[in-house]
T-cell receptor, first 113, second 112 residues
Framework: DGGITQSPKYLFRKEGQNVTLSCEQN?????MYWYRQDPGQGLRLIYY???????QKGDIAEGYSVSREKKESFPLTVTSAQKNPTAFYLC????????????FGSGTRLTVV | GENVEQHPSTLSVQEGDSAVIKCTYS??????FPWYKQELGKGPQLIID?????GEKKDQRIAVTLNKTAKHFSLHITETQPEDSAVYFC???????????FGTGTRLKVLA
């Protein structure tokens, strides 16, 4: 079955460390997205990519970095510059038109310890 | 900037009653409006969507209505069941863009 896979489901990070969240899709979707979810604040866009080797900052990109070397993969690195990284991170993908709805992964819960 | 307001933030209904969630968007170029259901600890799942060329769409117990003049759209769930309990998000996007603007979510509780 086609889908989008995020790993790991839970991640713990010490302060000052970088950590990378994985997102892989086999839907042949062109566009991929990273969202951060905090209680009561809905979904906030971190980065998005419409094609391979190209990506754009979203609304809260500071302290994060991404790469898009393959169509199927869009990893997110949470750097030590992100002051409040504890959150639920969601990856999504969509077709080029984006008009059939995003497909979301099951999320990664990151906790700074 | 572009914005989607969603109300209410929490909603409790008795099993069998109807639930209505409302969203208002600011970008007049928006023409696609999906609704997502998110269960605890999971990613959002698309449950229904509507495009700007129609005013209403139904799928069994759920329906969405769109008022382009007023720039608002609503999710209607009839005959609610305990498994409808979840967080629901609305979103809007404009033609030619990939980005969705999401509402802040509604936590629906269906009381048995």
């Amino acid at each position: 079955d086609g889908g989008i896979t995020q790993s790991p489901k839970y991640l713990f990070r010490k302060e000052g460390q970088n950590v990378t969240l994985s997102c892989e899709q086999n839907l042949n979707h062109d566009a991929m997205y990273w969202y951060r979810q905090d209680p009561g604040q809905g979904l906030r866009l971190i980065y998005y990519s419409q094609i391979v080797n190209d990506f754009q900052k979203g609304d809260i990109a500071e302290g994060y970095s991404v790469s898009r070397e393959k169509k199927e993969s869009f990893p997110l690195t949470v750097t030590s510059a992100q002051k409040n990284p504890t959150a639920f991170y969601l990856c999504a993908s969509s077709s080029r038109t984006g008009k059939v709805g995003y497909t979301f992964g099951s999320g990664t819960r990151l906790t700074v310890v | 900037g572009e914005n989607v307001e969603q109300h209410p933030s929490t909603l409790s209904v008795q099993e069998g009653d109807s639930a209505v969630i409302k969203c208002t968007y600011s970008d007049s170029a928006s023409n696609y409006f999906p609704w997502y259901k998110q269960e605890l600890g999971k990613g959002p799942q698309l449950i229904i969507d509507i495009r700007s060329n129609v005013g209403e769409k139904k799928d069994q117990r759920i329906a969405v209505t769109l008022n382009k003049t007023a720039k608002h759209f609503s999710l209607h769930i009839t005959e609610t069941q305990p498994e409808d309990s979840a967080v629901y998000f609305c979103a809007a996007s404009a033609s030619g863009t990939y980005k969705y603007i999401f509402g802040t979510g509604t936590r629906l509780k269906v009381l048995a």
